[in-house]
């Protein structure tokens, strides 16, 4: 069986990312979930937890029930690790290696395939920093998606809306089934 981990960062987009862990469970895939705080202003961790079957991990000081090293042990059973939606913020984190919460401390110790899931603004998502952090994502391995056109939540039109659930679900089962960790350069 194969295990997903699902960073569910802030963005009014990350309602869809709950329909991904469903049908990601449904087939039959381990999904683990990190919230960042901001995502759990829009999306209760409970949701997640229902939905995934898993306790969903929400801070790095969170009480253990059995000694682990959580960020370690999420990130080394993982075989796709997705951020869904992923917001500029974490996209920056990520590109300058920065790592102060469970999300973005996990991601850094991760050695199978991440998938990047961009969500935001418009002007956010075309902003110079924001694009030359996507490249060098992209440029390091990292499977950086792209966003689609349309109306944002915002009442802004242009690019940053999140690709169909569907679409990024199937994404992430298809690098699943390649199974082909590695190691970021």
């Given at each position: ?10 963005g009014i ?17 381990t ?28 801070d790095m000081?969170d ?9 370690i ?5 993982a ?14 984190k ?12 996990t991601?850094?110790?991760?050695k ?24 060098k ?31 990024i ?11 082909s960790?590695?190691l970021?350069?």
């Amino acid at each position: 069986m194969k295990n997903i981990v699902i960073g569910v960062c802030g963005g009014i987009a990350c309602y869809k990312t709950v329909e991904i862990v469903n049908q990601l469970k449904k087939d039959g895939y381990t999904v683990n979930v990190i919230m960042t705080k901001a995502a759990q202003e829009f999306v209760k961790p409970l949701t997640f937890q229902v939905m995934s079957g898993n306790t969903v991990v929400t801070d790095m000081f969170d009480p253990i029930d059995h000694w682990d090293t959580k960020h370690i042990d999420l990130a080394k059973n993982a075989d796709v690790f997705a951020i869904v939606p992923a917001t500029a913020n974490i996209i920056g984190k990520i590109t300058s290696g920065i790592a102060d919460d469970m999300l973005s401390t996990t991601v850094m110790v991760a050695k199978c395939p991440i998938v990047i899931a961009p969500a935001m603004n418009t002007a956010m998502y075309e902003n110079p920093f924001v694009q030359e952090n996507l490249k060098k994502l992209n440029d390091k391995g990292y499977h950086v998606l792209e966003t689609q056109e349309g109306l944002l939540a915002c009442g802004d039109e242009g690019k940053g809306k999140l690709l169909p659930w569907e679409t990024i679900t199937q994404y992430i089962k298809d690098v699943a089934e390649k199974n082909s960790k590695y190691l970021k350069s």
